[in-house]
T-cell receptor, first 114, second 113 residues
Framework: DAGVTQSPTHLIKTRGQQVTLRCSPI?????VSWYQQVLGQGPQFIFQ???????GRGNFPDRFSARQFPNYSSELNVNALLLGDSALYLC?????????????FGPGTRLTVL | AQSVTQLDSQVPVFEEAPVELRCNYS??????LFWYVQYPNQGLQLLLK??????LVKGINGFEAEFNKSQTSFHLRKPSVHISDTAEYFC???????????FGDGTTLTVKP
């Protein structure tokens, strides 16, 4: 079975631009979470979606938004990019999104903002 | 609010030596605990998890961890490390009604020949 897939692998943008990152969960998983991992730090929670509804949101500005589609894939959008948005963006899927559910992580999208 | 502290940012160790990576957490409710490994330019892979029951948890690649509720710790151990264990290790905590995980800042394990 395929694991969690993310696209694109790498992305270079300039300040002020907008970016869309995509994630496809493992087949059968209904929950997707997004994390931001800045170099030298652990992943920081951004959003969790379950059955197309937002279940949780981390401490990120409104420039960050996400959605989940009927096939459970997800997009993360970041507007008005700042240099500080440069990071590895990780998507994780789980069966139902509960704390006890194992999260399976994708390889990430490396975003560089110049 | 929950938080995770990984007490060592870097741990150098010789091949075949034992290793312990330390993790303390804080939370106002019961939690689930996880250890992940991240190799360069890759996502995170689950090593092991504590949900309930026995406080000694065994995971993949010969790793194990012990949950200590009174000390709010979840230290990761391996009796004999290999060069291939060189990677970044993350401790994480989650709560029952929220799927988000809170991660520590990671411990870089470097295994030297």
């Amino acid at each position: 079975d395929a694991g969690v897939t993310q696209s694109p692998t790498h992305l270079i943008k300039t300040r002020g631009q907008q970016v869309t990152l995509r994630c496809s969960p493992i087949s059968g998983h209904k929950s997707v979470s997004w994390y931001q991992q800045v170099l030298g730090q652990g992943p920081q929670f951004i959003f969790q979606y379950y059955e197309k509804e937002e279940r949780g949101r981390g401490n990120f500005p409104d420039r960050f938004s996400a959605r989940q589609f009927p096939n459970y894939s997800s997009e993360l959008n970041v507007n008005a990019l700042l240099l500080g948005d440069s990071a590895l963006y990780l998507c994780a899927s789980s069966l139902a999104g509960w704390g006890s559910n194992e999260q399976f992580f994708g390889p990430g999208t490396r975003l560089t903002v110049l | 609010a929950q938080s995770v502290t990984q007490l060592d940012s870097q741990v150098p160790v010789f091949e075949e030596a034992p290793v312990e990576l330390r993790c303390n957490y804080s939370s106002s409710v019961s939690v689930y605990l996880f250890w992940y490994v991240q190799y360069p330019n890759q996502g995170l892979q689950l090593l092991l998890k504590y949900l309930s029951g026995s406080t000694l948890v065994k995971g993949i690649n010969g790793f194990e961890a012990e949950f200590n509720k009174s000390q709010t710790s979840f230290h990761l151990r391996k009796p004999s490390v290999h060069i291939s264990d060189t990677a970044e290790y993350f401790c994480a905590v989650s709560e029952d009604n929220a799927g988000k995980s809170t991660f520590g800042d990671g411990t870089t394990l470097t295994v030297k020949p």
